[in-house]
């Protein structure tokens, strides 16, 4: 009787393990349900030569790419719309995987389909037990954006001085600060500034929201810190439309000796 | 007459087969996989065979569109080419060749007889080129060494994205039509599986230059597409891809436009329509009674025009393939446009109509089947006095690729296939239908 009461036991809790790993590893993406087997084969025809075959981020061709690929057994991501430190939402690797990572090796995988995606999101989530113990932060709130104005540029530069981002970026935001060139990730690989001149393409997105977000989530796994408790949110819109008009010589101008819009 | 036909579908599908061993098939390419780190599989089905991932960065002129894409971002030392070939061992058969009675000595007369061919083989090399030129300005050049002769199979420049929109591309060069299913990444290899014999159909007697939509052709494209839709427009030299003007001053337009949509239980689906409708020359002018090369004469019309699906289920998935096709009358019967008087009684324009259905099973991405049914049926013979059905064929395909290997850096497979062509009517001396049986094995790598 003893022995077959052990047995129940163990029993319910393999089940219950098994349930709540199963519902660990899914992932939802709007009414998409992923599946980690299926996106295991999904992984291996797509993903496998750069992340490796243990989401170390030590495939085949790792060693030549520069940034390196993301070790998903760290659970380190640095497109979020959670806090910092946070695991990120299944939609946020979804959109992570959709628009790929620019100025990387990362493509774009939207001639994917949608229920690949997120099968493959699915598969990189067990490759780490964080996705099994933990939940994802709430995701970070985001205010209305003010229009830009000369004003709200001026300001944003003067906090773009203040916080120190130019150290990093460099004072014209060519991604040449002083401390540029000794910054390291979280693994110890050199890693690179963004040159905001170069474009609006950022790393996780491209529209004024993203970058908002940027600054409240901060960019885990490298040197960009959140800047959620430094700033205020109309602060942050400031610093965005400062950054932005780095990329638009014209608006740069415009805005900076024109008349405010508002 | 029957032996003309016959001389006439030889020497048709001898041209093919020279065309076809001539530019040889594409590729998987692995200057591409060096220079963005990426497997044969990302891009790939099973390689040669593009995956929808391979089509779009295809489309995009060759780059992923992640800021890497120009050569400056590259390694000086890269260099994009690529080599590719495929020694064999293979095994002919055709159940009525016809061959003399006394070995040497025709005039004793021929007989039909089954003749059997086989042994180890090479199919040349392929050295491919391709990729950016700088940032929206892509390339391809490919040269293919025969045994006897090289070739510049495709050869064109590619301007991407113009004014920002993946709407406008143009390509100009000698370049593979967009055709709904690449002849060139075909999976098959063999002597008689090899070619999509739909795309280079024509019906007996007929004598149009245009071989098909399945070679590389010279001239300009407009393209452009976006995640589901892609349209491509393009207007060629009527000459099969000859360098040199060797036909007449026309120019032929093949247009293709496909849909792809998600559906929720078998994935994505796709559906196409395309259409080439081209004139070609009847008759040459001539200089002591030889063709002066490019001063073609008398043109007719001529046009294909058809439709296909690429249809998934999990790790299946299928093409169908439908076309029509149309020759004018002239072309038809092999007459000059100026001399309608040599059109044989009763005489019309042949139509015809061919398609095919390719199975495969991809069950992961080191290993592939396959399955083929192709037919094609004139459905209007130029000259009455043929047969209803000469000229059908019915072909079928079976075969896999096995890929022990796969990295960045090369590709290898192991093939083996087997193909049968049933040519109705087509034996030389009997006019019985003919068989040829084609088994290949090989191995199959570019580096």
Request: hydrophobic share 35%.
């Amino acid at each position: 009787m003893g022995m077959r009461s052990k047995a129940v036991s163990v029993a319910a809790s393999a089940l219950l393990f098994l349930c709540a790993s199963g519902s660990a590893q899914e992932t939802h993406v709007g009414k998409l349900v992923g599946n980690a087997k299926r996106g295991k084969a999904l992984y291996t025809r797509y993903c496998i030569f750069c992340h490796g075959p243990y989401g170390d981020g030590r495939g085949e061709s790792a060693a030549y790419l520069d940034p390196k690929p993301r070790d998903f057994t760290k659970a380190v991501f640095k497109c979020r719309s959670t806090p910092s430190g946070a695991l990120p939402l299944d939609s946020d690797l979804f959109d992570t995987i959709s628009r790929g990572i620019h100025a990387s090796g990362m493509p774009s995988w939207k001639p994917l389909l949608r229920q690949e995606r997120v099968d493959l999101i699915a598969y990189i989530k067990t490759f780490s037990s964080a996705f099994q113990e933990e939940k994802p932060g709430p995701p970070v709130a985001i205010p209305p954006e003010p229009p830009p104005s000369p004003e709200s540029i001026q300001r944003g530069a003067q906090l773009f001085q203040s916080m120190n981002c130019w150290s990093c970026h460099g004072k014209d935001g060519r991604g040449n600060g002083p401390s540029a060139a000794s910054l390291t990730d979280s693994k110890g690989y050199p890693i690179v500034p963004f040159d905001f001149t170069s474009g609006s393409r950022f790393k996780c997105g491209e529209t004024d929201r993203d970058m908002f977000r940027d600054l409240v989530t901060g960019l885990d796994g490298t040197p960009m810190p959140s800047f959620d408790s430094a700033m205020s949110g109309d602060q942050k819109w400031d610093v965005v439309h400062f950054i932005r008009s780095l990329s638009n010589p014209k608006l740069h101008a415009k805005l900076k000796t024109g008349p405010s819009e508002q | 007459m029957r032996l003309g036909r016959f001389r006439c579908t030889v020497l048709r599908w001898s041209a093919v087969a020279v065309l076809l061993a001539n530019f040889q098939q594409a590729f998987g390419i692995p200057a591409f996989a060096r220079k963005y780190g990426l497997p044969c599989s990302a891009c790939h089905a099973a390689w040669p065979m593009l995956n929808n991932f391979g089509q779009h960065f295809k489309d995009n002129g060759y780059q992923l569109g992640n800021d890497r894409d120009a050569p400056i971002y590259q390694e000086p030392s890269y260099w994009p080419i690529m080599f590719r070939t495929t020694p064999t061992w293979h095994r002919e058969n055709n159940n009525r060749q016809a061959i003399d009675v006394v070995p040497g000595s025709p005039s004793n007369g021929q007989r039909e007889a089954s003749v059997t061919t086989s042994g180890f083989d090479l199919n040349g090399l392929d050295v491919i080129t391709a990729g950016t030129l700088a940032k929206n300005i892509s390339f391809f050049v490919q040269p293919f060494i025969g045994s006897s002769s090289i070739n510049l199979a495709q050869s064109w420049v590619r301007f991407d994205n113009l004014v920002g929109s993946s709407w406008l591309n143009v390509k100009m060069g000698k370049f593979e039509l967009d055709e709904p299913i690449s002849q060139e990444r075909s999976l098959t290899m063999n002597n008689t599986g090899a070619p999509y014999y739909t795309y280079f159909f024509t019906p007996p007697g007929d004598n149009n230059a245009f071989v098909g939509i399945g070679f590389p052709q010279l001239g300009v494209e407009l393209s452009g597409h976006n995640d589901t839709t892609r349209y491509s427009v393009a207007a060629v030299t009527d000459s099969n891809g000859g360098t040199g003007l060797p036909t007449n001053q026309a120019l032929d337009v093949y247009a293709n436009f496909d849909q792809s949509f998600e559906t929720p239980w078998f994935g994505r689906q796709q559906v196409g329509a395309y259409g080439f409708f081209g004139r070609s020359p009847t008759y040459f002018l001539t200089s002591n009674g030889a063709p002066i090369p490019g001063t073609g004469q008398g043109n007719r019309s001529f046009y294909r025009l058809g439709a296909y699906g690429h249809w998934f289920v999990k790790q299946f998935d299928f093409y169908t393939f439908f076309m029509h096709g149309y020759d004018n009358v002239f072309l038809g019967n092999s007459v000059p446009g100026n001399q309608p008087s040599l059109l044989p009684a009763g005489a019309v324009a042949p139509t015809f109509n061919g398609g095919f259905v390719e199975a495969h099973y991809n069950p992961n991405t080191r290993l592939i089947f396959l399955a083929r049914y192709e037919l094609d049926r004139v459905s209007r013979q130029a000259n009455p006095g043929l047969a209803k059905n000469a000229g059908n064929l019915d072909t079928w395909s079976l075969g896999y690729r096995w890929y022990p290997m796969m990295s960045p850096r090369a590709g290898l497979a192991w093939l083996q296939e087997y193909s049968r062509i049933r040519n109705v009517g087509d034996a030389p001396l009997s006019g019985k239908d003919d068989f040829h049986n084609s088994y290949l094995m090989g191995l199959d790598f570019d580096f």
